[in-house]
């Protein structure tokens, strides 16, 4: 990256500012440099570099999220209403790397402990990981558009070399997919025990908009 030279009409104060404003555009998604829309796109592949971006942009939304008014200055202004403090997160993904969405995920309830809203709405296709993120948001804000079509499937993995190092690489993988089917459970209506049935009796599980409401991993249809 070139450094900057200063502009003799330009206060160093000013390039400054700048240069801060760059390194937040830098590290955001687009949508989250709109300062009244507080939505962050989770689109395409779950990997590092989309990991970075949504986290980024979630704890963004969370550290500038608007104060409340005390009910004293609601009552003492008529024409005040409370700001907007939720993030809404639109999913469209066929999965992805299921660290990078545990990471996701567990943003996600960090800025939720500190009484942040997760709007989250599933568009297309929730598939795999999107699934897990999907349920994630805050019961009773979580939207499938009725077209939407969701998977839910085992974790997969490939290793080589020697039979000790692929038995250490499959005990992870099944650790990871205890982990996963745990995480779902709790997000939705659907039991360890149920969730490892479905896997038993189809690789890829898929689900209507419909079957996601009665499964509890989403709330409503839009």
Known sequence: MKKKKNNLNEAPEEVEEE????????????????????????????????????????????????????????????????????????????????????????????????????????LGKVMSAGVAILAAGTVGKRKVTRNCRLMLHQASAGTMGSVHSMENELEEVKILQGMYVRCVAENSNLSVKKIKKLFKSNANHYISAEQAVEYGIADEIV
């Open 19 to 122: 240069e801060e404003a760059a390194a937040i555009q830098f590290s955001l998604p687009a949508q989250a440099a709109e300062k009244d829309l507080r939505t962050v796109a989770v689109f395409g592949e779950i990997n590092e570099e989309k990991c970075a971006d949504i986290t980024s942009g979630i704890y963004y939304l969370w550290q500038n999220a608007p104060e409340l008014y005390t009910e004293e200055e609601l009552l003492e202004y008529e024409e005040l209403e409370q700001p907007e403090r939720d993030i809404r997160m639109i999913v469209s993904t066929y999965g992805g790397e299921i660290l990078e969405m545990f990471g996701i995920i567990d943003m996600m309830h960090m800025s939720k402990t500190d009484g942040i809203d997760i709007e989250t709405i599933g």
